[in-house]
Structures are given as C-alpha cells and as structure tokens.
C-alpha cells in the first residue's frame, strides 16, 4: 500500500504480497528518481560490443555486496558510462539479489549478464559521453 502525505513523504507498506525490489521501483516512480526509459535490444548489443575492450572495473568477492562495494560502483559511475563488475568465486551473494541492488543503489541499468560479469549503463545527465542508437 502506497500512501503519500503533504509534506511529500511517501510511506510504503511492505505486505507479503509485494517483493521488497517491486515496492523499491514504485517508490522510485512516485518520487522521480527512477528512469523508465529501458534499454531497447538494439541498444543493449552496441553497449555489450562496447565492453568487449573494458576490463572489470569494480570485483565483487567473498564478502559479497557491502557498501563500500556499492560506494565504488558509484564512484565508477562518476567517470565512465558504462562500468563492467565482476564476482569472484565465493561471493555468498546471489547474481539476481545484486543486480537489483546495484541498479537500486546506483540508478544504473542491467545490460548484461555474462558468466560472472556484469555490465551496468547509467547515462550522465550534465555530459553523456556515449550515442546510444
């Protein structure tokens, strides 16, 4: 149950019914900080093509997504585009629990997911550096 008060507080009421990510985006839509515009498949090969020549900038390893983990996520966000993360074996953390954290965390969208690599797009509002098709 969604309930918003004047003073622009928006109140969401976790019931069994409705995953915690789901209730995440719909707070997100309500306060304008989640992107709806998907990445179309077009789009998502040319940024896959792009990060065939990147390396791994951010390793997810055994202590799994903590948050200084997130915290150089963002940080990478600040100067690329497109940031390539990759999970080390032992990472006691599932890749679907963390993907939806990340995107979550960083406002970022999943682009690929390859082994135990994955490739997030977040568009830089002040300087994109990248023409999607």
């Not at 109140?11 to 998907?38: C, S």
């Not at 983990?69 to 629990?97: H, M, Y």
């Not at 990340?102 to 568009?123: C, D, M, S």
């Amino acid at each position: 149950m969604l309930t918003a008060f004047s003073f622009g507080i928006l109140f969401v009421d976790f019931k069994p019914g409705i995953p915690y990510n789901r209730a995440l985006i719909i707070y997100r839509i309500f306060t304008g900080r989640y992107n709806l515009e998907a990445l179309n498949g077009k789009q998502r090969r040319y940024l896959s093509s792009l990060a065939n020549s990147i390396k791994a900038t951010v390793m997810i390893g055994k202590n799994g997504l903590t948050d200084n983990t997130l915290l150089s996520i963002r940080n990478a966000f600040n100067t690329q585009e497109l940031v390539k993360i990759k999970i080390q074996d032992g990472c006691p953390d599932e890749t679907e629990t963390m993907v939806s954290k990340i995107e979550a965390g960083t406002e970022a969208q999943l682009v690929q997911i390859l082994g135990h690599t994955l490739l997030f797009y977040r568009r830089d509002r002040d300087h994109p550096r990248l023409q999607l098709p």
